[in-house]
């Protein structure tokens, strides 16, 4: 086997792997993307993506992304195999700020959908490059941490300290249901 046959296979298996993680972090089955894709994704077809043993191709892959609602570079893998390029990346820890403890509030995607305007647009922009940041796409909450709250606050036009009980006037804040 040729170095680029194995190359491709380990990307291949890399890209699966990610296909995997987001249809799990959206909670559903092979057959149940089969069946809500109107049989478009097979799940053995699928399975096969995941697992590296079949090549997807680029027009399927964004069909696939627009299926999950999720930005097509996110089923891609972040760590690539090296293909003979050098990269160096130094971070000097010392210069990385002490970070807070973390308060966070859970927003509830949802109703956030359901509400119209500016302001929820910008705040639905806003909460999707997070969503991105972390790749966590499960599309019905998201908690948001204090260092966000600066710019939620200033997309909903008030201090940070008005930008929970913005939120929680606005019917955005998630409360599980009692059990």
Not at 47 to 65: D, K
Not at 125 to 153: C, E, H, K, S, W
């Amino acid at each position: 086997m040729e170095i680029d046959e194995v190359l491709g296979d380990l990307y291949s298996q890399k890209v699966g792997d990610r296909l995997r993680a987001i249809r799990r972090q959206k909670r559903l089955s092979l057959q149940e993307v089969e069946a809500s894709s109107d049989q478009e994704f097979k799940a053995s077809v699928l399975g096969a993506y995941e697992r590296g043993e079949r090549a997807i191709s680029v027009p399927r892959l964004q069909r696939l992304a627009m299926f999950y609602n999720v930005p097509i570079d996110q089923l891609l893998p972040v760590d690539v195999p090296d293909f003979g390029v050098e990269t160096e990346t130094t971070i000097d820890l010392t210069e990385v700020p002490a970070r807070r403890p973390a308060k966070s509030v859970t927003i509830d995607l949802a109703r956030l959908d359901a509400l119209s305007g500016p302001e929820s647009e910008m705040l639905n922009r806003y909460l999707q490059m997070v969503q991105v940041q972390r790749q966590d796409f499960n599309g019905r909450v998201l908690t948001i941490r204090r260092d966000d709250l600066q710019a939620i606050a200033a997309i909903l036009g008030t201090v940070i300290e008005g930008a929970v009980p913005r939120l929680e006037e606005l019917g955005l804040c998630y409360a599980p249901p009692p059990s």
